[in-house]
């Protein structure tokens, strides 16, 4: 079976062939921790986890680069005249840019592991390469495609353009149209050269908070330069894949695509991969006009979007439900049915793991349909990781599994093989390449409180039937302080947590 | 009340006095992530996050700067000629000490986490700075108290020991006696002009992976240098605490004070506080010799030097009951006794917070010794940060407090404000200055699955003594397919996970 991935720069799928035999080279675009992470930005590293979870599965060595944006653009009153007295005594009192990227990449490790996406190989920061940023700047500088005017350095599109005629393939636009499109802007760019040029080291001002040494001033990096050095440094001058969200397309990816060829002249990535936008109720998330919500409003229900709490199991779930070039909408009757479909695959996967035979072999219809079901599991994913299909597949054969479980389908019918086949495609999918664990219903990882819970939803309903009332009084009492609340229901019981 | 801190440069009891009122600038020896965290490191961390803690709880704004080592000495077979065919073919198999980095840092994080110690404000990383670095090695060499050989710079003890008196100072040892005790060493480093001297910039051979540009040579810094780099950049040039393990004194703190007061002319710390270490069973922890745990083996009980798993509470209330200056031994039997102390603290803690009264004001004897108890809490965490002898305060309250809960004191004896200020002093100590929360048998931060399991085994006890054998039985197989086992003592029924 061979894996096709779609080629955001060609607009094809390919076969995909590594440049090393055996080894995959990622870079994915992480986030900018000056703030809390997006819903939507979630999407793209569940995405990109389920890529580098597919890759491992299919016997791949991987090396999964995400970086961390920590070069922000905050600004202070940073007296850069010197130490004296009055910026020494400031100094704890001011605000520190890496005290805010402590609190905001600590959050974001957290909400990663919430979603149970794996960690990266490395997890590169910008600021642990600035010297590889000034040393790329040189090497574009040197090669002719960038200048300098007053300190900080432009890249120079035309130039760029004119010896290599990459600028604009990946997005899909004309540098020519482009020129002349942005040219309103020049008033506020009146060091470019260009209007397409973008800076990349920047002289900083002197309320800039974060600056280096460089040969052309004090300053920073541009925001496109980091991703250039970091995908190269870890991965080699090309590398296999590059993902990133959608909204990177342009300009972010076209000028590092750029940035890597006018340094070393060859592209950086083989295959550039595209995660395509979370919205919501049809529309665009957006604060400002409230079509909008976080991770943690998701999480306890707090909303007026949802009308219950959803866990991060339910969510990713979700999120495999479609397709990662699609767009996806969170509405909370899609939420629901998530929440069934999680729900509906995890008991499967606890029923093949019941399932067992002495039969030693045999050839029946059911064991040869059993069979072409596993196969396809991984057609759907070789095709350019479609989760969605997959989870198709999935389900059909978990209509079986439940069948062979209940009954309706003799047991007779499956040998040994198949069974262990039907565990193992389970375990390979649910766990290793969708990261889907168990999780009781206050979102902790593991079944246990569920099944002890269930436990005592049973003794109640029994104690309830033969009018024990102090038992049935003990146990409503003794939830209570646990701070748990029954729901009787026509499904049942259920619980929750306050 | 006011704080006295033991200083280990004066070796004296100083009363505290922050440089900038209301603001506290602490700098602590992170760990080197090229391997599992240690231990007697956790210790070391949890001490200082106990002190970070108290400042908070007096009501300082503390920035609480703890750094990663990620500068490593990893060797490998780089072909540093440059990029052909064979070493780009390379790239992705040769090892990466950033992927070695990004494994250490998680697991490391991931333990502070369990024991429930705070994220310090900032967490810079070595890599994060080494601008910042040949900087100070610049500022050192245009001082005078450098000199380069090869390509490598070395800081040189015995000039700046003539024009500053601190070298050894911190370690109580004599700058001469230095010289001639390392006199043998001369043949290993005949670069350095004297023995004492150390390299604050090290020229890079051929194997050694990390790497970087500087006026000397492509190298790296030497180790002791980020520490003096790192704790000034976020702090200011002198700052109020430094911290560390007592094993970092020499030559790692004195080697610190040297290159500060080399750059700036300032000693970098007002206050050196030292963390004693972690023995095990009477001697010091070694690997070789067998006498060694990992918190992994004390966390599932799989070690011959433990007779059961202890959980991260448990571990570190233990840790709480040493002052941070004394050595701790570990030994399963003062794990044990810790399990109970832990436990017993838990109890009246969830006692406290159920005492309530009518009276609006009293005047009695109980009143009055349980306000000088709550003051005198207070004044042993004062006294240095001595958390056991605070421990041994909320003890003798707890005794009260329990005592009021079963009746055998009355509650007339208190008032609603005694009654707040033992709920307020259990809350500050127990939970935000100690950093102990509730959890359950299997070790998980929170106390549900605890809750309901004492529901079901109250069920159990009640249905056993009325001969109701199929809740017995349902609730013996349900906690199987859980995996939980119960276990019948003297001292009640007991669960835990298998």
Known sequence: MSLNIYNSLTRTKEAFKPIHEGWVGMYVCGPTVYSDVHIGNIRTFVNFDVVYRYLLAKGYKVRYVRNITDVGHLEGDLDIGGEDKISK??????LEPMEIVQRYSNGFQHKMEMFNTLPPSIEPRATQHIIEQIEMVQEILDNGYAYEVNGSVYFDTKKFSEAHNVYGKLSGRKIEELLSETRDDLKKQDEKRNPTDFAIWIKADPTHLMRWPSPWSIGFPGWHLECSVMSTKYLGQTFDIHGGGTDLKFPHHENEIA????????AP?????HANMLLMNGRKMSKSDGN?????????GDSPHISKAYTPMILRFFMLQAHYRSTLDLTDQALQAAEKGYKRLMEAYENVNQLSTNQRRVETDLKKEITEGIAAVWEEMDDDFNAPKTLARLFELATRINALKDGHLPMADVDQETVGMLQEVFKKF?????GLRQEDAAGAADDTLDRVMQLVIDIRAQARANKDWP???LIRDQLAEAHIQLKDGKEGTSWSKS
Chains 1, 2 share one sequence.
């Open 292 to 300: 909008h919500i976080t991770p943690d409003q998701l999480f306890t």
């Open 259 to 266: 940035q890597n060829m006018g340094a070393c002249g060859c």
């Open 430 to 434: 649910v766990e290793e390449v969708f």
């Open 269 to 273: 990535a083989k295959i550039w991969m």
């Open 471 to 473: 038992t049935s009084d």
């Open 89 to 94: 005594k400031a100094r704890l009192e001011k």
